[in-house]
């Protein structure tokens, strides 16, 4: 049984510039959440993906946004990027209707 | 809305001594409670679990009960190692809110030998 994984490991950008993160669910799930987890913060929802609808959301902006694929993989799109954006972004893949959720590793996004 | 209490670390301890993490939470609805742990340079791994008053999660050595009367659900190990050495997170999901989790702040733990 495959893992979340997260690609890339690390990423690097300047402000005001877009970035992607990707990540495959585990084999099974049908749903995908990602959450920011600043420096020695819990981690906070951004939002939730469901048969390739965006299905929850938290307090962000709307220049986060994200798309789920039909194989349930997902991405996540941050434009305009501020520094405060530098942060572990992670990936949770479920299957829809329970209530556990297994992450991935994180892409490490750093914000100059 | 939602949210999550926990004690701030660090927490020091020597190996084989007791650890309690507390956890205190409100919610509007009746969740799922969850300790996730997270190893230096790692994503979260899942704890342990309870999903309604008086389960008791345990895993590892690790265990927690989810108290309503209280809105608690403290972790506790009996005797540590060198190897539990991390930071732990406890949550909640909320099945009305689309089981998204919140999270509290985090209380890191460091076991020295």
């Known amino acids: 049984e495959t893992g979340v994984t997260q690609s890339p490991t690390h990423l690097i950008k300047t402000r005001g510039q877009q970035v992607t993160l990707r990540c495959s669910s585990q084999?099974?799930?049908?749903?995908v959440s990602w959450y920011q987890q600043a420096l020695g913060q819990g981690p906070q929802f951004i939002f939730q993906?469901?048969?390739?609808?965006?299905?929850g959301r938290g307090n962000f902006p709307p220049r986060f946004s994200g798309l789920q694929f039909p194989n349930y993989s997902s991405e996540l799109n941050v434009n305009a990027l501020e520094l405060d954006d530098s942060a572990l972004y992670l990936c949770?893949?479920?299957?829809?209707?329970?209530?556990?959720?297994?992450f991935g590793p994180g892409t490490r996004l750093t914000v100059l | 809305g939602d949210s999550v209490t926990q004690m701030e670390g660090p927490v020091t301890l020597s190996e084989e001594a007791f650890l309690t993490i507390n956890c205190t939470y409100t919610?509007?609805?009746?969740?799922?409670l969850f300790w996730y742990v997270q190893y230096p340079g790692e994503g979260l791994q899942l704890l342990l679990k309870?999903?309604?008053?008086?389960d008791k999660g345990s895993n590892k050595g690790f265990e927690a009960t989810y108290r309503k009367e209280t809105t608690s659900f403290h972790l506790e190990k009996g005797s540590v190692q060198v190897s539990d050495s991390a930071v732990y997170f406890c949550?909640?999901?909320?099945?009305?809110?689309?089981?998204?989790?919140?999270f509290g702040g985090g209380t890191r733990v460091l076991v020295k030998p």
């Open positions: 949770a893949s479920s299957l829809a209707g329970t209530n556990e959720q297994f």
């Open positions: 084999s099974g799930h049908n749903t």
């Open positions: 993906y469901y048969r390739e609808e965006e299905n």
């Open positions: 919610a509007t609805g009746y969740p799922s």
């Open positions: 309870a999903t309604k008053a008086d």
């Open positions: 949550a909640l999901s909320d099945r009305a809110a689309g089981n998204k989790l919140t």
